[in-house]
């Protein structure tokens, strides 16, 4: 009589087993998830902040403009001397 008592028990921890794992496991996938939107709103917000900046500087601030505009199409003023960086490759031995 134990013996079917036990079975019963375990045939119902089973059951809840099955009922309750697959959308645990969902729940987790989807928390996962969120939590990449949610970095990828984030991102998302900085860039737009940014622009929005960069934006406010191309409408307002002349010097800014012409700045960005001599760095795009590569001209220099008289005098003026341009510094580039260079990667540097490591060697190999």
Known sequence: MAKIGSLKFYIIIGLLVAAFVPP?????????????????????????????????????????????AREKIGVVRKGEIILKEVEVQKKRK
């Not at 900085?46 to 700045?67: G, M, W």
């Open 24 to 68: 645990f496991a969902k729940y987790q996938e989807l928390r996962y998830k969120n939590g990449k939107l949610e970095e990828k709103i984030a991102a998302l917000k900085e860039e737009s902040r940014r622009l929005e900046e960069t934006k406010r500087r191309l409408e307002t601030d002349i010097t800014y403009v012409e700045k960005k």
